[in-house]
């Protein structure tokens, strides 16, 4: 039975409390190769990430100048279905240490053109892989490569020691990656008066909401606003059939037009954005009344009736919305006609869009 030393035990120890650390995504990819270079020494440490479906691999080398073949990236990609380490990644989905000599003789990899055209010119005769949990269809594989096939299996035990370790330690910079994210977008719209944002977790809860967010909330929607972590029906089916209109990749979606609520001469409008995978609300209000109405030479309130003329309503609605009576719009409409030289609310309407004063509230 293998055994190890104090001081492999003690390097392995220096390396786990390396990968525990508070690190992004970005921080662990570097470090897991300068951490494994010390733990079992290798020519080349290469972090990869193969996309199976498109046939490329997203490459970290430990240096800069490891890789010194001319077009190494795309000779490497044409030869992946050949690579028997992603062949064995692709069907395991997550392993521990493995070996190219552990699945073909070296005569049988000097056949293979993976060899020929890539390993032999950059001078590696073996390589050891151990393979991170990844969603389909990317393979995330951790190899270390060498020059002889010279691979002891102490050091492969010291690499299924940390194997476990590397999993978690993935899964924190993952998470911690995801949650300074958040903390960015939140900051810079906090940091923005009349900004409001709501960041929704993957199971459309809310998991961040600022509190003019709240406040707009309670405005436009009133009683039907928060419960605890759950949005609004309007809003819940609004972001549904949104998510609809972009699963269908034998079509391309429509624009992602923001939900426009509508008061009295303000209006607010939500746009959906996608952040990490999460969705991102961003709210905003201002005044429903077009800017440079005023051209017209209309009141503020006559400006506002003008706009509910454009999208059909009549006076009693208009009243209703503005909770004043249908003879006082009326009044408002009889200024408005005289203003613009128009006889008919078709008429003042069309005048107001060919005029660009009234334009699609988005």
Not at 241 to 252: G, T
Request: aromatic share 6%.
């Amino acid at each position: 039975m293998l055994r190890l030393s104090q001081h492999d035990l003690k390097c392995l120890m220096e390396f786990l409390r390396q990968m525990y650390a508070l690190q992004t995504l970005d921080s662990f990819r570097k470090n897991v190769l300068t951490g494994l270079q010390q733990l079992v020494p290798s020519d080349i440490a290469a972090y990869n990430e193969v996309n199976l479906r498109t046939q490329h691999n997203q490459v970290i080398y430990d240096r800069p100048e490891a890789m010194n073949l001319r077009d190494g990236a795309q000779i490497f990609d044409r030869y992946i279905p050949e690579h028997p380490l992603i062949a064995y990644s692709r069907r395991r989905r997550g392993h521990g240490a493995v070996k190219i000599s552990d699945f073909v003789s070296a005569a049988q990899y000097h056949r293979l053109g993976l060899y020929n055209e890539f390993f032999r010119l950059i001078g590696i005769e073996d390589q050891m892989v151990m393979s991170l949990p990844s969603c389909r269809p990317v393979l995330i594989g951790i190899a270390l490569n060498r020059s002889r096939r010279n691979f002891k299996e102490r050091e492969r035990l010291l690499l299924n020691l940390a194997y476990p370790h590397l999993i978690e330690a993935y899964a924190n910079a993952e998470a911690w990656t995801r949650m300074t994210g958040r903390l960015k977008v939140v900051n810079q719209a906090v940091r923005e008066s009349s900004a409001a944002i709501i960041l929704l977790n993957s199971k459309g809860r809310v998991e961040v909401i600022t509190p003019k967010a709240i406040s707009l909330i309670g405005k436009y929607l009133g009683g039907h606003g928060l419960l605890g972590d759950v949005l609004p029906d309007l809003l819940q089916r609004w972001i549904a059939r949104q998510e609809k209109q972009q699963v269908d990749p034998s079509e391309v979606p429509p624009p992602r037009e923001p939900l426009i609520v509508q008061l009295k001469e303000t209006q607010l409008a939500v746009r959906l954005f996608e952040h990490l995978g999460e969705h991102l609300l961003f709210m905003k209000e201002s005044s429903a009344v077009p800017e440079g109405i005023d051209a017209f030479g209309l009141t503020r309130r006559e400006s506002v009736v003008l706009l509910w003329i454009s999208r059909g309503k009549t006076n009693k609605d208009i009243a209703a919305i503005l909770g004043t009576s249908p003879r006082t719009i009326q009044k408002h409409v009889e200024h408005i006609f005289r203003k613009l030289g128009v006889e008919t609310r078709t008429a003042a309407a069309s005048k107001a869009l060919t005029l660009g004063s009234i334009e699609a509230q988005n």
